[in-house]
């Protein structure tokens, strides 16, 4: 019987300058550090994503979707890189190893490469395999023009059909358009995001965080699904719609395209719309919001997400007003608006219960599959 071919998003995730570093290094530990380099990188992807296969240093993963949230996908690749950079880093600090391959670390990068498209799942002496065509259009990128043309080294590339599945502006995000000659494939269009660009601008953003001397109040919620995927529930516009009480419209504003720091939201409320300017952005561990609530005021709160071993533990914590006329407004609305969130939350888990149910969480957590490097 004929496999039935499946739309997806193929992702894969390549280090750059490993073979320079494997080049008269020790062996041990190049493949060290590789290992370690690759399970963060992975291990952010997940659960969004599912392990393909290993090759060598890159790593290719895939989901199954017809569309994608394309913000989230932003959220996630960057946030890979960024694992990426934070483990080279740390793999740097602890070190006091002298050897070429430790000394050659810092020059390694990370390059990451999205499709989406149709493939067949199958299984050859008992693994996974994805064939067709989009399948080898992703692989054919992993030999690019980039690095030659744009001088990035560390960056993200995704193929027009990848950007319109995601429903995302390219040219407002600052991509910037390329095009590849792939063999036997043909001309391949695309878009090219700075990574390392990005991580420079992560490094420099102020932190914008509640701490427990600054809570006024604090609620706590455990959720049956990774942090990734709680993530997508609590910020996700038509995710929102579904289980945030009172909201019967969500009109989301981007800042240069994208869901994060300097976008304002507008709820609405039956005649009334809370305005919500995002404050920080830190995907997949928390956000900072400035909710302006009509009648009263406004009021800061920060959203964690913290892994468990069954899933997420959420806090949201609401920041001591600073003037005394703020206080009081919060003394009298506090409780109600309190409610509310707590309403919300019920709904929250609600609909992640439900849909754990029907088999329909985005990002759905598959069984683990061991890394070997």
């Known amino acids: 019987m004929l496999k039935q071919a499946e739309r997806g998003c193929l992702v894969i995730a390549d280090i750059t300058g490993y073979t320079g570093l494997m080049a008269g290094s020790e062996l ?29 240093d890159a790593a290719f993963v895939y989901t199954v979707a017809d569309r994608i949230d394309g913000q989230h996908l932003m959220d996630t690749l960057e946030a890979a890189y960024f694992a990426f950079r934070r483990r080279l880093d740390a793999i740097g600090r602890a070190t006091t190893c002298d050897c070429n391959a430790c000394l050659l670390l810092p020059a390694l990068n990370l390059k990451i490469i999205g499709h989406h498209g149709a493939f067949v799942r199958e299984r050859v002496f008992g693994t996974e395999e994805l064939g ?8 054919r990128l992993l030999k690019n023009g980039v690095a030659e043309r ?26 910037v358009q390329h095009r590849e000659e792939a063999e036997g494939v043909g001309e391949i269009a695309g878009w090219v995001h700075d990574l390392a660009a990005a991580w420079a601008r992560e490094q420099a953003q102020r932190r914008v965080r509640i701490t427990d001397r600054q809570t006024a109040a604090r609620l706590d919620l455990d959720l049956p699904v990774a942090p990734t995927t709680a993530w997508h529930y609590a910020t996700a516009p038509e995710q929102r719609l579904r289980w945030q009480a009172g909201v019967i419209g969500f009109e989301q504003g981007l800042a240069a395209g994208r869901r994060g720091v300097g976008s304002v939201n507008h709820c609405v409320h039956g005649e009334g719309a809370t305005l919500e300017e995002i404050l920080d952005w830190r995907p997949f561990d928390y956000w900072t919001l400035r909710s302006t609530v009509p009648h009263a005021g406004a009021f800061v709160s920060s959203q964690e997400f913290a892994a468990t071993a069954d899933g997420t533990h959420l806090t949201i914590r609401f920041q001591r007003p600073a003037s005394a006329a703020e206080r009081a407004v919060m003394e009298q ?14 709904g929250l888990v609600r609909v992640i219960t439900a849909d754990l149910a029907a088999g329909a969480v985005p990002g759905a957590p598959s069984a683990p599959e061991a890394l070997t490097a």
């Open 28 to 56: 041990e530990h190049a493949q060290d550090a590789l290992r370690d380099l690759i399970q963060a990188v992975v291990g952010q992807l997940r659960p969004q994503f599912r392990l393909a296969k290993l090759e060598g």
């Open 150 to 175: 744009l001088g990035m080294d560390g960056y993200l590339l995704l193929t027009d059909a990848c950007v319109a599945a995601g429903d995302l502006d390219p040219q407002a995000l600052g991509m």
């Open 132 to 139: 067709g065509t989009d399948v080898i259009v992703v692989h």
């Open 333 to 346: 609305m506090g409780p109600m608006l309190l409610d509310l969130y707590r309403q919300s939350l019920d």
